[in-house]
């Protein structure tokens, strides 16, 4: 079964504040795609980053960074001098293998970042 | 270039009465995705369609709901009747085999209140 856990249901932050949140997957499969999504207060939902199982290198865009560890089974996600505008709930979520380039996407429950001025 | 649209934004009805949401995948993506978000559940997949065919409905909590696909631009997710437990942000998403970030494209949602 697959199954992608974030425990931190919410995190508190003041501004310029580095920030990690924590994400566990869990899968049976070899290949696999993990993701991070943005859902700001608007409501949709905004992709970040995928990665694909093979490839464990650290991955920094901008203030993102993404630090994946297939030993731990884990896909961090960190924001460095975070922003009042970084406030949202972010979505870790796990891919069944549907097609090369196409996934049937597994979330976790959510972590709410709150960013205060 | 248009997203995703869905529609209604919002829909507010009572117990017992037909509910159709509608969802407008990007021009040429051939998947196309409905999950439900509830504070309880989270984000669930609940059907998802590969050239207008559904692929994979186990997600559909029940035989109320009902989702087609006509064709590549239009698809409906159905519920009726409808019950309060069925209120929930209903997303639609798109995706194209041939996108090399694998990306899911997701509309802005339909807000569901069940009276």
């Known amino acids: 079964a697959q199954k992608v856990t974030q425990a931190q249901t919410e995190i508190s932050v003041v501004e310029k504040e580095d920030v990690t949140l924590d994400c566990v997957y869990e899968?049976?499969?070899?290949?696999?795609?993990l993701f991070w999504y943005k859902q700001p207060p608007s409501g949709e939902l905004v992709f970040l980053i995928r990665?694909?199982?093979?490839?464990?290198q650290n991955e920094i865009s901008g203030r993102y960074s993404w630090n994946f560890q297939k030993s731990t089974s884990s896909f961090n996600f960190t924001i460095t001098a975070s922003q009042v505008v970084d406030s949202a709930v972010y979505f870790c979520?796990?891919?069944?293998?549907?097609?090369?380039?196409?996934?049937?996407?597994?979330f976790g429950t959510g972590t709410r970042l709150q960013v205060f001025p | 270039d248009a997203g995703v649209i869905q529609s209604p934004r919002h829909e507010v009805t009572e117990m017992g009465q037909e509910v159709t949401l509608r969802c407008k995948p990007i021009?040429?993506?051939?998947?196309l995705f409905w999950y439900r978000q509830t504070m309880m559940r989270g984000l669930e997949l609940l059907i998802y369609?590969?050239?207008?065919?559904?692929?994979?409905d186990s997600g559909m909590p029940e035989d109320r709901f009902s989702a087609k696909m006509p064709n590549a631009s239009f698809s409906t997710l159905k519920i009726q009747p409808s019950e309060p437990r069925d209120s929930a942000v209903y997303f639609c998403?798109?995706?194209?085999?041939?996108?090399?970030?694998?990306?899911?494209?997701f509309g802005e949602g339909s807000r569901l209140t069940v009276l």
């Open positions: 998403a798109s995706s194209f085999e041939g996108e090399a970030t694998g990306e899911l494209f």
């Open positions: 899968t049976r499969d070899t290949t696999y795609y």
């Open positions: 990665r694909n199982s093979f490839d464990e």
């Open positions: 979520a796990l891919s069944g293998h549907l097609s090369y380039n196409t996934d049937k996407l597994i």
């Open positions: 021009s040429g993506h051939d998947y």
């Open positions: 369609f590969n050239n207008n065919v559904p692929i994979d």
